[in-house]
């Protein structure tokens, strides 16, 4: 019994050494700021960036941990060193950026930008597949960029499941008013808010869902989609509605497609975002573990005793 008493506490002993952090303490508010400054953010974008990857500045015990997970600033130098080891220009990195509605500029560590080439590099065909077909949808190429970027950095544990029912309930629509249905589920599980507006003669107004299943109104007018981001009303995207595009027919056919687009763009978010912000977790885990086997030891102790 001395012997197994003793592999226990070596045990937690062990644990103890490899998460020596159980409890740590956050980086100060002045650390904060100062670091802020340095790379040129504000308070609301490291919390947007944190929030992104599911973490808070709880989750570092001191300024140091959050500078090293964030990673490196970018200087002239760690650029050119790495377009070198990609055997690419500063020309072509922007060329390749714009593909996807972005530039040099809205990187702030090089680690990002590293992930970022790479994967545009690795799967440039697979993006450019899934922007075609919003392309093919009425969608402008800009606008196709910005819902694939949208997409992207979607949760996927909440959307494919959300999906997956979108799906079943496809399968189910024989009408023009279950379309609609439809398409304002895909709507809400994009995160996407959606307005339709009919533009004629007397100016632009708001139309609702029963106006859209009279394709009478459609004979004088316009209908223009236009879709916004939940935390902003500036519009993403927009397009000229037609009455195909009203159909339990087009919805089947495009629903499918849709469905399709966004698990493969979930699969690329993993391969994007899955290597970042690989440690950020405290050592709660860790701690709650040495806990457990402390009161493991504790208690069979306090078998012993009694016995």
Not at 93 to 112: M, S, V
Not at 157 to 172: F, Y
């Amino acid at each position: 019994m001395k012997f197994i008493i003793k592999m226990l506490v070596i045990g937690i002993i062990l644990s103890l050494l490899q998460f020596p952090n159980v409890t740590s303490a956050a980086p100060t508010d002045e650390e904060v700021q100062t670091y802020l400054r340095e790379i040129g953010w504000t308070e609301r974008e490291l919390q947007a960036y944190l929030d992104f990857y599911e973490v808070s500045l709880q989750d570092f015990k001191n300024i140091e941990a959050l500078r090293k997970e964030l990673g490196t600033p970018i200087t002239k130098e760690s650029l050119h060193k790495l377009l070198d080891s990609y055997n690419i220009t500063e020309e072509e990195l922007n060329i390749l950026l714009a593909r996807f509605g972005e530039k040099i500029q809205d990187y702030t560590f090089i680690e990002d930008l590293d992930v970022a080439i790479d994967f545009y590099l690795t799967h440039e065909e697979e993006v450019a597949r899934a922007e075609r077909f919003f392309v093919s949808m009425g969608f402008e190429e800009r606008e196709a960029h910005l819902l694939f970027q949208h997409i992207l950095r979607l949760d996927k544990d909440t959307l494919l499941p959300a999906l997956s029912k979108i799906q079943d309930d496809l399968r189910q629509v024989t009408t023009n008013e279950e379309a609609l249905t439809v398409w304002r589920q895909f709507f809400e599980v994009f995160q996407l808010g959606a307005t339709v507006y009919q533009v004629d003669d007397q100016g632009r107004t708001v139309i609702n869902r029963e106006d859209m299943l009279s394709s009478q109104q459609m004979d004088n007018a316009t209908w223009i989609l236009e879709l916004s981001t939940a935390s902003t009303t500036d519009v993403l995207a927009s397009l000229t509605l037609n009455e195909e595009m009203l159909t339990s027919a087009y919805a089947a056919e495009k629903g499918e497609e849709l469905i399709f687009t966004a698990q493969v763009v979930m699969q690329l978010s993993d391969k994007l975002y899955g290597t970042r912000m690989p440690q950020t977790a405290t050592s709660n885990g860790a701690g709650m573990l040495v806990g457990l086997g402390l009161m493991a030891v504790g208690l069979f102790l306090s078998r012993r005793v009694r016995q």
